[in-house]
Structure formats: structure tokens, C-alpha cells
């Protein structure tokens, strides 16, 4: 197994463990006021402490260790150049198995400068939450969100540039809306989609 889908599969599977282990505990929007399941607010946050830290060692400890050492590099077309996947796609990747597991709690990456328009927002409540964040990224952005006849709770939390990695790909790919990112900039968001039943 190749370096970089070792470090896919342990996240991945940290974060499903967690998707399992706290979904049957996330009640609806009309249970929470009696009862004693975790508010999707804190739910939501606790998803997001996992992913952050996941993707934030994966960035550090592998992706800049690796590189810094000479040993493999990081890029896009990591599949075909026998590389490791780059941190945006290591959330994006993740964020799909996790929708796999049934529990229907899901996230990915969103932005307002997108480089391919996936991961544009999908929703006004995405749009004027990544708006907000750019002005004020210390609080998540939530609201609840419709889906047919269900109903889910949605929170937005900030994406920061915090390596240099990303701001390098990010302003000089060649699809890229925006090229001059700097560190600490909000470059989008992570959008996380719990059921609220």
C-alpha cells in the first residue's frame, strides 16, 4: 500500500469512527429542547475538531516531512504520478467516505474562488457564510438546510491558508479565480452536514 493511502485510510477511518459513534446521538431540531442528545451545533463541532486535526497532521507530519526529506512530493494528479494526494484533496476524499457509512453526516471543502467549480457553494446559506467568514472567520456559520423532506443542520467553519503548500497551489494553478492568497487568509470554507433526524 502506498504511503499516501496509508495516511488516507487512518483518517479516514478516525473520522468514520467518529461519524458512527456520534450520529445516533445527534437529535432533531424538534427533540433538543427535552432531551439529552448532543445539540447538532456540538456535534458539528466536534466533526470539525477531528477533520481539522486530521488534515492539519497530514499537511505537517506527512505531506511537509516527505517533502522536506526528499522522499515523494505532493500534487493533484497524485493517482497518476505515484505521489501523495495534496491536504484539500485529502479532506475532499475523506469527506467521501465518511458520506459512505450511512450516517449521514457529511463535509467537504467549499470556496468563493474555486478552482473547479465542485466545490463552489451550493447554497445561499453557503455563499453568505463564506462571506461572513472572510470578514469574521472566529465563528462557524449554521443554519438548517432542506434536502426533499428532510430537513439537516449545516455549519460552515473557516479554511485558512495555513501552509504554504496551499497557498502555492492555490495561486499559481492554472485554473485558479484568485492567485494572491497569503498565510492566514480565509481561502473558503469547510461545510459540515448533519441530519437533524
Not at 488516507?8 to 477511518?13: E, G, I, Q, R, V
Not at 446559506?125 to 428532510?150: H, M, Y
Not at 495561486?171 to 485558479?176: A, D, E, K, P, V
Amino acid at each position: 500500500m502506498r504511503r499516501g493511502n496509508i495516511a488516507l485510510s487512518a483518517a479516514a477511518l478516525t473520522v468514520l469512527t467518529f461519524g458512527i459513534w456520534c450520529s445516533p446521538y445527534v437529535s432533531s431540531a424538534k427533540e433538543r429542547s427535552g432531551s439529552s442528545g448532543i445539540p447538532p451545533e456540538k456535534a458539528a463541532a466536534y466533526v470539525y475538531a477531528v477533520i481539522k486535526a486530521d488534515r492539519t497532521l497530514y499537511t505537517t507530519e506527512i505531506v511537509n516531512r516527505l517533502q522536506a526529506k526528499g522522499i515523494t512530493t505532493a500534487s493533484e494528479h497524485w493517482e497518476l504520478e505515484n505521489t501523495l494526494m495534496l491536504p484539500a484533496q485529502f479532506l475532499q476524499h475523506s469527506g467521501k467516505l465518511a458520506a459512505e457509512n450511512g450516517s449521514g453526516v457529511r463535509y467537504r471543502l467549499i470556496g468563493l474562488w474555486p478552482i473547479y467549480q465542485r466545490n463552489a457553494p451550493a447554497s445561499d446559506l453557503e455563499r453568505n457564510a463564506l462571506e461572513s467568514l472572510r470578514k469574521n472567520p472566529d465563528l462557524p456559520i449554521t443554519g438548517i438546510v432542506s434536502s426533499g423532506q428532510k430537513q439537516y443542520f449545516q455549519a460552515i467553519y473557516p479554511d485558512l491558508a495555513v501552509s504554504q503548500a496551499c497557498i502555492d497551489c492555490h495561486n499559481g494553478h492554472r485554473l485558479s479565480p484568485k492567485r494572491d492568497f497569503k498565510l492566514n487568509d480565509v481561502m473558503g470554507g469547510i461545510t459540515i452536514t448533519i441530519p437533524l433526524e
